[in-house]
């Protein structure tokens, strides 16, 4: 039998246990519910969390791109600066203003090799008639052409003389003659004869021709942006303001239009997007960052969305037109990084409440992870940005190398004369002021007399903005130099002019050689007058005593001794009346030149002058005339002045005789006529071999030679556009073939050639 109290007890336990059960069961429901409200709030904000991060994440990608490409956009500037630079620097040089022809391809060679990696292809110097260029191309050859370049609209823009200093920047082509296919566009600037050296003391300020440089645009844009990357794979592309790829890294696309080439690529895809960026935004010169729809990257082909950053390009004083460079990477590189973490996120989420924790301390630990990894990406972009702008400051000290190894001095001053900037060579003139020169004014530098000159021509720069080019004596530490100096006004973005750069060449070493010079001419002058004097002096004696010899013969008979002594009188006073003439006409100024010459003819005439000399010398002539030569080109009282110069220089070398032998032939092209002179004296010294056609360099002794006869008869030659050579055997090489030949080459002169007033 059961007893009923124990029942009540179970039946109480049970209760007891079953309300204890159902109250766990709930609070383990409602521990679930409130768990799963946890796990979905936190998904929710798990989700909102991610796209506020994506969006975030996008943004400061986004911002870097924009430091990207404004970076490359300053590069490009820079460079084009530095272009502008060397053609400014290039127009001041007298070899280009002047067409000096020994020096103009050397100094557009010298520019070229310093701008060529900026995509510089060629410089070409056009005349001023507009009709022929002077080019010096990537390969270092100059040559030189014919064509109507006067039509040209660079040519047009230059002749205007208000276009004086000014850059002209011609519109990118890519069907241009000479460089077909590439993206190409000239610089040019009007040149004027305004620089001063010692070849050209006075500037005419005459319009001298067009200099413009040739440029590979893409070589120039690519120099800038190809080492640009975005990310992993996002990278630069630029369009002008026209709408026309100059660079991207599909290299079909490169001089295409950027709003049709896409939509012939992906004809299904939509383009609007970018199409207004590149409409509204970049055509506009406007800086910025978006998105859109592609539909490839990096070889990869499907629709996507991309990032990107824009910035202008002012070419600034080129043309007013602007360039647009643009850094685009696909946003699924951000969002992968991104989706990768909240995945992890909700799987953790999707377990119990312990894992949610842990889950939240792997999350935290990831965040920071990803934190210092990202921290890490902006440190090495900084490093990159850092790099680049190392490039950035080689390019600069490369510039400012070229100007630190000049020769010349160059500084910049302001109105007041306070010097602001200078070079290593300015610096080393005043080495012996020991403090730094810069701030210090030219009253501090030089004399009160020569600071007041200088600062007259300073203001003088400042008020009419003109270049000044003068050459003056200056007095610096109680020592008098002379200087040749280009004074030009430098201006600021507003075209004010803020300072002058100044250019001086010291030449005083020159002017006291021109002082030299001009009084050894004047000397020589005086001799030649002297000389002509004697000879017409000796005319009278020599008429009586011809006139004395004939009465003589007269009255003794034919046959006599005494009529044979009268005859060799006779003879030799005309010998003499001979020789008198021939230095009369020698030493006769010419009232007319002549533009045709027999040289043979006056190679006699030379010959019949010193043949006496040749006797008293030792000298044995051997003359080898052809016959029958054409006439060359020159004026025969100036042939024979340079003829008489290379047979005395032959009897100096032969002080103890030999033989001197004349030839005289036609070219292997029938349009020269040669003349040689060949002695066996005792040659030409090695060490002097480079100065025999200097103005008063001469080996002889005081009073014997003046150093003025082979440098006069260069400069006669020469002017008929004739040449000298040489060949010479020093006698200290081989004893055996000593000796000198001088061959003159004179071009044949034309049937028209006339006499014209001297």
Same mark, same amino acid.
Request: proline content about 2%.
């Given at each position: 039998?059961?007893?009923? !109290? ?180 000239? !610089? ?94 970049? +055509? ?205 006004? @430098? ?54 005593? @011809? ?77 080898? +005339? ?49 003349? @040689? ?82």
């Amino acid at each position: 039998m059961v007893n009923p !109290l124990g029942k009540n007890k179970m039946k109480k336990e049970k209760t007891y246990f079953s309300e204890k059960y159902s109250n766990i069961r709930r609070a383990i429901i409602l521990v679930g519910i409130l768990v799963m409200a946890l796990l979905v709030v936190a998904f929710c904000l798990s989700m909102f969390s991610a796209g506020q991060m994506k969006e975030i994440i996008s943004k400061d990608f986004n911002r870097q791109q924009l430091v990207l490409a404004k970076y490359a956009a300053n590069r490009m500037e820079n460079s084009l600066d530095f272009i502008k630079r060397e053609l400014s620097l290039l127009n001041l040089s007298p070899s280009i203003q002047y067409l000096e022809k020994v020096s103009w391809a050397s100094r557009m060679n010298t520019t070229l090799s310093a701008v060529k990696d900026n995509g510089v292809l060629e410089i070409r110097f056009i005349d001023h008639k507009g009709r022929t260029a002077y080019i010096v191309d990537e390969r270092g050859m100059s040559h030189v052409i014919q064509g109507r370049f006067a039509d040209t609209d660079y040519y047009k823009w230059a002749s205007l003389k208000k276009n004086k200093n000014r850059i002209y920047a011609g519109e990118i082509t890519r069907e241009n003659e000479g460089y077909p296919g590439q993206l190409v566009m000239c !610089l040019a600037i009007a040149t004027y004869e305004q620089s001063v050296d010692e070849a050209y003391p006075v500037a005419t300020g005459n319009f001298s021709g067009v200099l413009f440089f040739t440029i590979d645009v893409t070589r120039l844009v690519e120099k800038a942006v190809k080492g640009i990357k975005s990310g992993k794979t996002g990278y630069a592309w630029v369009i002008d303001n026209n709408g026309m790829f100059l660079y991207h890294p599909h290299r079909e696309f490169i001089g295409e239009d950027a709003f049709n080439v896409r939509a012939m690529r992906k004809p299904k895809i939509s383009f609007s997007q970018i199409n207004m960026i590149q409409k509204e935004k970049m +055509l506009e010169g406007k800086e910025g960052t978006g998105r859109y729809t592609s539909g490839w990257h990096m070889g990869i082909e499907t629709e996507m969305k991309k990032l990107i950053a824009y910035a202008p390009i002012h070419p600034r004083a080129y043309s007013q037109s602007f360039w647009s460079v643009a850094v685009v990477a696909p946003l699924s590189e951000v969002e992968d990084a991104v989706h990768s973490v909240f995945i992890r996120q909700f799987y953790i989420q999707g377990s119990i409440f312990l894992a949610i924790i842990l889950g939240s301390a792997y999350i935290i630990s990831f965040e920071r992870r990803w934190s210092k990894t990202l921290e890490a990406e902006v440190m090495k972009k900084t490093q990159d940005l850092k790099n680049s702008l190392e490039e950035l400051k080689k390019s600069e000290e490369q510039y400012k190398t070229l100007v630190e190894s000049a020769e010349d001095l160059i500084f910049t001053v302001d109105e007041e004369g306070n010097i602001l900037s200078m070079n290593r060579c300015t610096a080393n003139f005043f080495r012996d002021f020991p403090d730094d020169l810069i701030g210090k004014t030219f009253r501090d530098l030089f004399s009160e007399e020569s600071a007041e000159l200088q600062l007259r021509i300073i203001r003088e720069v400042f008020n009419t903005e003109k270049n000044v080019n003068v050459k003056y004596p200056v007095e610096v530490g109680n020592r008098e130099y002379w200087f040749s100096s280009n004074f030009a006004p @430098l201006r600021d973005e507003r075209g004010k002019v803020f300072a002058v750069l100044g250019i001086s060449r010291d030449i005083t070493k020159g002017k006291k050689l021109e002082e030299e010079q001009m009084y050894n001419t004047e000397k020589l002058a005086s001799l030649g007058n002297l000389s002509a004097g004697v000879a017409h002096e000796l005319n009278n004696p020599l008429a009586l005593i @011809l006139g004395f010899s004939d009465l003589l013969l007269e009255k003794v008979e034919p046959d006599s001794k005494s009529h044979e002594i009268v005859q060799t009188i006779e003879r030799q006073a005309l010998n003499c009346k001979r020789i008198v003439e021939s230095i009369l006409s020698y030493a006769r100024h010419p009232e007319a030149i002549e533009y045709s010459a027999d040289v043979n003819e006056n190679i006699e005439k030379v010959i019949s002058v010193v043949k006496n000399i040749l006797v008293t010398e030792k000298v044995t002539l051997e003359k080898r +005339l052809t016959k029958d030569l054409p006439k060359a080109r020159g004026d025969s009282g100036r042939l024979q002045q340079v003829f008489m110069n290379f047979v005395t220089n032959a009897f100096s070398a032969m002080k103890e005789g030999g033989v001197l032998t004349v030839s005289t032939r036609l070219n292997s092209s029938g349009n020269k006529v040669e003349i @040689l002179f060949k002695d066996t004296g005792h040659g030409i010294k090695r060490e002097y071999r480079n100065k025999i056609f200097e103005a008063f360099f001469t080996t002889k002794k005081v009073g014997e030679g003046t150093g003025l006869g082979l440098s006069v008869s260069y400069g006669i030659i020469n002017k008929y556009n004739g040449d000298i050579s040489f060949e010479t055997v020093a006698e200290e090489e081989d004893m055996e073939r000593k000796g000198t030949t001088f061959k003159v080459s004179l071009p044949v002169a034309s049937p028209d050639s006339k006499q014209q007033t001297d």
